[in-house]
């Protein structure tokens, strides 16, 4: 069966920085897309970033656009998430999320991790 | 930027129908989305590309969008519906944007 498991997330000062990780089984890593997305608390979901099935497309939210990195290692199974320059607008939920394959394009998330919780303050 | 509007609360009653609606520009254009996320939970897919459901996602469920309007309707509702939804809309220009968020209530 499908499992994301997210870690890495923790309290940071502003300024700061996290790497998140992401460790995919039980399906073909290298088939999919893997996305990023986060919920701040009692708030919506937010799309973060995405990468391509070889990590040669990168795409992220103006929110976090040149503070945060995505990356993935398919001999290992997983994506990361580095997290620089923290706000305290960045506290929130972390999911590791599956695209899913549609012939019509990367148009959703099939599978989501459990979260991991960032929390920038001071 | 592209933002999608929901209604913050639905009521319905058991057995009854919910509708939730997601509105933005021209949303037909776009493929919609729909996840339903339950406290202290991820959340779960349960529509795609408008009107597909995932394996494993009852019947009940059901999905359309055209125009400015994007619809989650759930036939028949249950207790165990009662959850947040979410929308979600893509296009390969917009990418990925969520909506504001429905809190069913079953009462």
């Known amino acids: 069966q499908v499992q994301l498991v997210e870690s890495g997330g923790g309290l940071v000062k502003p300024g700061g920085s996290l790497r998140l990780s992401c460790a995919a089984s039980g399906f073909t890593f290298t088939n999919h897309f893997m996305t990023w997305i986060r919920q701040a608390p009692g708030k919506g979901l937010e799309w973060v970033s995405h990468?391509?099935?070889?990590?040669?497309?990168?795409n992220y939210a103006d929110s976090v656009k040149g503070r945060f990195t995505i990356s993935r290692d398919n001999a290992k199974n997983s994506v990361y998430l580095q997290l620089d320059s923290l706000r305290a607008e960045d506290t929130a939920v972390y999911y590791c999320a599956r695209t899913l394959i549609a012939a019509a394009g990367n148009l959703a998330f099939d599978f989501w991790g459990q979260g991991t919780l960032v929390t920038v303050s001071s | 930027s592209y933002d999608l509007t929901q209604p913050p609360s639905v009521s319905v009653s058991p057995g009854q129908t919910a509708s939730i609606t997601c509105s933005g520009d021209k949303v037909g254009h776009k493929y919609v989305s729909w996840y339903q996320q339950k406290p202290g939970q991820s959340p779960v897919l349960v529509m795609y590309q408008d009107t597909k459901r995932p394996s494993g996602i009852p019947e009940r469920f059901s999905g359309s969008n055209s125009g400015n309007t994007a619809t989650l309707t759930i036939s028949g509702t249950q207790p165990m519906d009662e959850a947040d939804y979410f929308c979600q809309a893509w296009d390969s220009n917009t990418l990925y944007v969520f909506g504001t968020g429905t809190k069913v209530t079953v009462l």
């Open positions: 990468i391509s099935t070889s990590g040669s497309t990168k």
